[in-house]
């Protein structure tokens, strides 16, 4: 008797994806299409110290708790890799990645650059790393003045940090452009990195 075949979006050995790039080149419009596909993803919701922001959901966006309960969090091991990211701290719950990682969905990760150098530590570089970032400077500050959400020395600050980011592109697997107007194209560039990673000759298997 022929075994069924699985959906197509199942996998014996899920991929742990991880999202990064700098600040403003549009990692979260990203996330949150690849998230539509919820029968790929398994999305790890990061907990995050800061105030909830106008359109944001609880436990959609970020898992929102008070600075204390946060080093709480820290100091008994909740977390799976945690940093300070421009004064504000945010981890990855290690329940949820050890709970995603039984599962046959592949796991969708957001992190900044340094979370993603720690995730690539933790995993012994079997997670798939993918660097978001726009097409040049002129157009990150672009965005992030468009945003009308940070001072002048908070813009200069994000576009010098992204000076430094951009340097450490060589460690990332993949190199995303995520160009104005060209979400959907960014999406589906990621898209086919992943169902080609799942047909490599020696899958990424991760393991906690």
């Known amino acids: 008797m022929t075994e069924p075949c699985p959906p197509s979006h199942t996998h014996a050995h899920p991929l742990l994806v991880v999202i990064s ?33 106008e359109g944001e959901r609880d436990g959609y966006d970020y898992i929102f708790v008070s600075e204390e309960r946060f080093q709480q969090m820290a100091a008994s091991g909740e977390f799976w890799e945690h940093a300070d990211v421009y004064g504000q701290n945010k981890g990855v719950p290690r329940r949820h990645v050890e709970q995603a990682l039984t599962g046959s969905k592949d796991i969708l990760m957001r992190v900044d650059v340094q979370g993603a150098e720690t995730v690539r530590r933790l995993t012994a570089d079997q997670a798939l790393t993918i660097f978001i970032d726009t097409h040049d400077e002129d157009e990150l500050e672009r965005r992030l003045r468009r945003r009308e959400s ?53 899958p990424r298997r991760v393991s906690l």
């Not at 549009?26 to 999305?43: A, M, P, W």
């Not at 000076?163 to 560039?189: K, M």
């Open 150 to 202: 940070d001072s002048e020395v908070q813009i200069h600050k994000r576009l010098e940090v992204a000076r430094r980011e951009r340097e450490r592109i060589p460690e990332f697997d993949y190199l995303v452009i995520n160009r104005d107007g060209c979400l959907e194209e960014t999406v589906s560039a990621i898209r086919a990195i992943i169902a080609a990673e799942h047909h490599r000759a020696r």
């Open 21 to 53: 790039g700098t600040s403003g080149a549009g990692k979260d419009s990203v996330v949150e299409r690849l998230r539509e596909d919820t029968g790929r993803f398994e999305f790890i919701v990061t907990v995050t110290s800061r105030g909830i922001r």
